[in-house]
C-alpha cells in the first residue's frame, strides 16, 4: 500500500475508534492527524478539542483525568494531576493558531495556572501522579510542548521558562549519565526509580519532546541544553536498533517484544533531528534518515487493512503489560510519515 493509502487507513481507523475517557492518549493523534491537515478529519479533530474545553474541571485539568486502577505494569493506580491532561493543551494551542477563539485562549490558560498549581519534588519537578512524589519521563512530552506552545502564543515568556526547566529537571532525574538513556520513573522518597529499565517508548516520549521545544522556542536560553541531550540520547537509542528495524520494548532486552511505537517515535524524531540540523552523537545525519526511514517502514508492514496499528505496548508501559494498539500509537504513525514523506519514495510500504 503506498503511502498516502496508509496515512487515510491510519487516519480513518482513529475516527472509527474514539476514546473520551483517555484523554490524553489523543494528544498525539490530534497532532498527527492536523499534521497532514485533511479536510476529512478538521470536524473530528475540532469536535475532541471542543470536548476537551467542554469538559474542563473547575481546577483547570482539561478534559477526562479520572483516577484508575492499573491492569499491569509497574503501578497499582493512577490519580492524574494537570502534568497529565495538558497534554491536549499542545493540539489546542496549535489549533487555536490555525482557528483562533478566544475561549481556546482562556482555556490553555487555567490548564496552565493548574500546572503551576500542581505539587512539585525539592527540585520543582511537577508530579506525574497524585501517588506521588514522582517523575516520569514521557511526562516530558505531555507537559513541555504545550507550555512552550501556550507562552508563545500568549507572550508568556514564564510559560516557556517552565517548558524547559521541567524538561532540564526530568533529565537530570532520569535520563543515565553513562548510558544516556532515560529511565522510566523516579520516586524522591523514598528514593528510588519505580520502574528503572531502558523503557523504549519513554525515550521515544522525550526525543519527540526535544523536537517539539526546538521547534517552538529554538533562541531559548536553555535550547542549547535540549539540543545536547537529544544528540546523546538519539545517538544512544540508535545503537539499539534491532536489524529488523524495530526496536524491543525493553531497549537492552532483546527478550522483550519488538514494539511499534516506540519505533515510530523514534523514527519521527530522527527525521526531525536531521531537519532541525542537531548533531547526533556518534552518527551523520544521512544514517539517523535511513535509520528512521528502515523503523518507519518496518511498522508500515504490519499495518492492518483497518488501519489499526499493532504491536503496542499497552499503558502504563514498562515491563509486564499486554500488546495491542493505542491512539497514540495511532498518531505517532501519522505524525512520522509526515516527517518522512519526501524521503520514503513512490513505491509500496506494505
Known sequence: MHLERLVASVSSFIKANPNERDCWQKAPALSGLMAWDDEAYRPLVKRWLD?????????????YGDWHTSSGGHIRSFTPLASETAALGAPLMEWHQRHPEPRYLDSAARQYQALCDAPRTRDGGIWSRGEGPELWIDFTYLMCPFMARYGKI??????????????EVHVRHLVDREFRLARHAWCEK?????????????NGWL???????????????????????????LGAMSSWQDASGYFFHVLDDPLSNLEASATLMYAYAGERAV?????????????????????????????????????????PGGPGVPFGWTLFGQGFFLLAARALREHLGKGELR
Open 275 to 315: 531537519q532541525l540540523g542537531v548533531e547526533i552523537e556518534g552518527m551523520p545525519h544521512e544514517a539517523v534518515r535511513q535509520s528512521a526511514i528502515r523503523a518507519f517502514t518496518v511498522v508500515a508492514g504490519s499495518v492492518e487493512d483497518s488501519g489499526r496499528v499493532p504491536g503496542v505496548a499497552m499503558v
Open 154 to 167: 500568549a507572550s508568556r515568556e514564564d510559560a516557556v521558562d517552565e517548558a524547559f526547566r521541567q524538561f
Open 51 to 63: 470536548r476537551a474545553v467542554a469538559t474542563q474541571k473547575s481546577d483547570g485539568n482539561l478534559s
Open 190 to 202: 523514598p528514593n528510588h526509580f519505580p520502574q528503572s529499565t531502558f523503557w523504549a517508548r519513554g
Open 207 to 233: 526525543l519527540a519532546c526535544c523536537a517539539e521545544l526546538l521547534d517552538i522556542a529554538p533562541e531559548h536560553a536553555k535550547a542549547g541544553f535540549v539540543r545536547k541531550v537529544y544528540g546523546e540520547v
